[in-house]
Each structure stands twice: as C-alpha cells, then as structure tokens.
C-alpha cells in the first residue's frame, strides 16, 4: 500500500470510519478476461456517533473527537470516496466516471437505478450528494498541496493538518495509546516516534 494512503487509512478510521483502500473497478470485456479500469485510492463509511467510547471499566475504550476538518455529522451516514495525491489536490478523470461511480456506490449495497443516477449526477456536478435515508456521500481529495484550480467539486484536506492531527492525538491519548499493539504501520510509527522523543522503552 502507498504510504500517503496508509496515512489516510490510520486517520479516517481513528475518526470513526470503515475503510477499502486501492479498491479496483473492473470492466467485463468479456467473461474470462475483465479489465481493471481504475483503482480507487479509498472508500470510507462513518457511522453516526462512531469515534471510540468511554467507560469506567478496565476493558473500556476512549473518546476521540473528530476531526472537524471531515465536517463530522451524528445525523447521516457518511460515505467518502477518496482520492489521495501527494502533490497538488486534483481527481483523476475516472473519478468522474458515471460507471465508475455507480460501481463504487454499489459497493456499498444494492441500489436501484433510479436512485443511483441522481446521486451520481450530483456528485459528478457538485461533490457530494445525499440518498434517501440520510446518507451523505462525498468526494474528497487528501493532498499534499491545494488545488491548482479554484472552485474544484471536491472537498480536500491536507495530508500535513493530518498528520499534525494524527501526532496531536497521540500524545493526548498517550496514556492509552503507548500500551496498544497494533500491525498498522502508521500507527506503530507514530507511537515508537513520541517514545523516543519521550525517552520511553
């Protein structure tokens, strides 16, 4: 996995989020011989209230807030579909896709063409879109530099207010945090780099 998408992986799912990373989306030229058409960089699916618990007892977990960079809501499902650039924040052509779109929503669960289409075109014309029974879904872009264009369809976020984000709760949470084993990789980092910096075994 690319490590800018390992970093978007470990942040939105401290956030409350499932995530899919480099999701492929094939074409069926023929039975024996689909084709992938694109890979997208990560899906991502938010629960209302999701972001971890507190409780008195010693197997409880802790609360993180979210991030309000990803505009939380405790009123919707929210479903990201991510790209993830580590220059300037743009979509590849492919994201736009009506196809390409429609497979990725359905990734999700069954949906009737008749409510795929809206949602699509809303996405392809404003970035985001809400299906009947409270579920936003929106385009967004984590990148290293803003958009070279103004007034883009998506949403971005910056991988370095990320990563800020990322060591900020580490360190708040370090009580906890330090004793956890995890196989995440950036996760793991993050909690050997404040041990050092802290002198800790």
């Known amino acids: 996995m690319d490590t800018a998408v390992a970093l978007v992986k470990t942040y939105l799912q401290a956030n409350g989020y499932f995530t899919v990373t480099e999701y492929p989306i094939l074409e069926g030229m023929n039975e024996a011989n689909p ?6 960089d990560i899906l991502a699916i938010r629960f209302p209230g999701a972001g971890g618990y507190t409780t008195p007892t010693e197997t409880g977990g802790f609360q993180i807030d ?18 993830v650039k580590e220059g300037h924040a743009m979509l ?12 990725v929503l359905r990734r999700f669960g069954h ?25 936003r879904v929106r385009l967004v872009v ?7 264009h103004s007034n883009p369809i998506f949403e971005w976020i910056s991988l370095g207010e990320i990563a800020s984000w990322m060591t900020d709760q580490v360190r708040k ?15 793991s980092f993050m909690v050997l780099f ?8």
């Open 173 to 187: 949470h370090w009580n906890v945090v330090k004793s956890v084993q995890s196989n995440d990789p950036i996760l």
């Open 35 to 40: 084709r992938t058409v694109t890979d997208v």
């Open 92 to 103: 590849n052509h492919a994201a736009t896709e009506p196809e390409v779109l429609t497979a």
């Open 111 to 135: 949906l009737d063409d008749e409510v795929s289409g809206p949602v699509v075109d809303e996405l392809i014309h404003e970035g985001r879109a809400v299906r009947p029974g409270g579920i």
């Open 66 to 83: 979210p991030d309000p960079a990803l505009d939380p809501t405790d009123d919707m499902i929210d479903v990201i579909i991510g790209e």
């Open 194 to 201: 404040e041990k050092a910096a802290r002198g800790e075994a």
């Open 142 to 148: 984590f990148a290293s530099k803003p958009p070279n």
